[in-house]
C-alpha cells in the first residue's frame, strides 16, 4: 500500500490506511445465543433517566504513590454480588460512560469506572491540558492496580470482571499480566494492540523517538498534532449512531476540563512499546478473554487483534462496527453487550 502524509483525527492522530477483511466470527463455544436483555436505545429520550440515574453514582479521587490525583465514580448494588471495572480509551473520561455504565448496573452489576492520568478528570500531566502524555506506559497499569486495590477490592465482589476500550483495553491487558487472578473474566471493546500508522511502526517509534523534546511539562505534540478540535459526525471515523456522537460531543462541549488533543511523541512511543507487550500478554493471558473486534476500525489494526487470540483469549468480529462500539447503532451495541452479559455468565 502507498503511504500517506499524516493528517491527525482526535483519536491518535493519523491518516489511517483501509482497514483490513475483518475476522472470523471465534470458536463456537465462545459463539453464545442472543436473547432478549433490554438495553437502552440510541432512539430513546434517556436524558431524564440518566439525570436521575447519575445522581446516584459516587463520584471521588484517589491520590497515587507518586501524587497524581486520579478521578474515579462507582455505583453498587445493594448486595456485594458480581462488579464490573471499567478502563476506559485515549481522551475519555467515565462520564463519557454513563449510558453504559446505567446499562450494566440495571443488568445487576456494581459499576466501578476510572479516568487515566492525564485526561478525563484526572490530574493533567502538562502544562497545556489538551496534550496527551504519559512519561511510561507502565504509569497506567500502576494507578490501575492501585485503583482496584485501594477502591475496588475493599468491597469484596463475588465476582469481578474488566470491560475495557482500545487505550484502556491495553492497560487492562496488562494488568491481567500482573495479577491474573483479580478478575473473572475480561471483555476488550477494540483493543489497542497496534494503532493504524501511515508508515511502518519502527518508522513512526524512530521518528517519535528523534522529534520528542524530552520535557515533562513542556511535552511536544506529534507532527501535525494539537489541541482538541470537535469533528462533525459527518466526518467522524467512531460511530454510525448519530445520536449518541452527538450526545458525546455536547458532554465535551458542557464540560471542557473532559476534552484532550493530540498525542505527545513521548506518549506514542510508549503506546507503541505497550501495544507489542500487550498482543503477548493477551496470548498467553491466563484470564479469559474476549476480544470485540470493530470490522470498520480505521483507530486500531486489528491485524494485532487477531494476533493477541490464545487459548484464553478469543474475538468476535461486529460486522458495521467502528471502533466506539459502545456508542454506535443499537443493532451492533446490542449484539456487543448481549455478548458481555453472557460472557460474564460463562465465568461466574
Known amino acids: 500500500m502507498t503511504s500517506t502524509i499524516p493528517c491527525y483525527t482526535d483519536f491518535y492522530h493519523f491518516q489511517f490506511f483501509p482497514t483490513m477483511s475483518a475476522a472470523q466470527p471465534f470458536p463456537a463455544q465462545a459463539q453464545l445465543q442472543a436473547q432478549a436483555i433490554g438495553f437502552s436505545s440510541e432512539f430513546d ?24 490525583s486520579l478521578a474515579y465514580c462507582y455505583i453498587r448494588q445493594s448486595q456485594p454480588g458480581p462488579a464490573i471495572v ?8 467515565y462520564l463519557k460512560y454513563q449510558e453504559l455504565i446505567f446499562d450494566l448496573y440495571q443488568q445487576g452489576y456494581s459499576v466501578y469506572a476510572i479516568d487515566h492520568r492525564g ?16 512519561k511510561y506506559f507502565d504509569d497506567y497499569v500502576e494507578d490501575f492496580e492501585y485503583f482496584i486495590e485501594q477502591v475496588v477490592k475493599p468491597a469484596r465482589h463475588e465476582q469481578l ?19 491474573p487472578d483479580t478478575f473473572n473474566a475480561a471483555l476488550l471493546c477494540a483493543p489497542m494492540y497496534g494503532i493504524k500508522l501511515p508508515l511502518h511502526k519502527r518508522v513512526i517509534y524512530w521518528l517519535a ?3 520528542d523534546n524530552g520535557s515533562e511539562r513542556q511535552a511536544n505534540y506529534v507532527l501535525g498534532g494539537k489541541d482538541y478540535e470537535p469533528v462533525s459526525f459527518e466526518k467522524n471515523e467512531l460511530t454510525h449512531s448519530e445520536a449518541r456522537y ?6 465535551y462541549q458542557q464540560r471542557p476540563e473532559l476534552q484532550l488533543g493530540s498525542p505527545t511523541n513521548r506518549w506514542l512511543t510508549q503506546a507503541l512499546l505497550a501495544c507489542d507487550r500487550a498482543v503477548s500478554a493477551a496470548r498467553h493471558s491466563k484470564t479469559p478473554i474476549l476480544i470485540l473486534q470493530a470490522s470498520e476500525d480505521s483507530i486500531v489494526d486489528n491485524d494485532a487483534q487477531l494476533s493477541a487470540q490464545g487459548d484464553n483469549c478469543d474475538l468476535v468480529s461486529l460486522a458495521q462496527a467502528r471502533h466506539e462500539i459502545f456508542i454506535e447503532t443499537d443493532s451492533v451495541r446490542d449484539q456487543a453487550l448481549t455478548l458481555l452479559v453472557n460472557f460474564f455468565h460463562l465465568h461466574a
Not at 161 to 179: D, E, F
Not at 246 to 251: E, F, N, Q, V
Open 45 to 68: 429520550d434517556i436524558e431524564q433517566r440518566l439525570t436521575l440515574f447519575w445522581q446516584k453514582v459516587i463520584h471521588s479521587s484517589l491520590i497515587t504513590p507518586d501524587k497524581t
Open 246 to 251: 452527538r450526545r458525546y460531543r455536547h458532554l
Open 86 to 93: 471499567i478502563s476506559s480509551g485515549r481522551v475519555e473520561s
Open 161 to 179: 470482571y474488566l470491560v475495557g476500550h482500545s487505550m484502556g483495553s491495553a492497560i487492562g491487558t496488562l494488568y491481567l499480566a500482573k495479577a
Open 209 to 211: 523517538r528523534l522529534l
Open 119 to 134: 485526561q478525563g478528570l484526572s490530574q493533567r500531566l502538562t502544562d497545556n491540558p489538551h496534550k496527551g502524555y504519559v
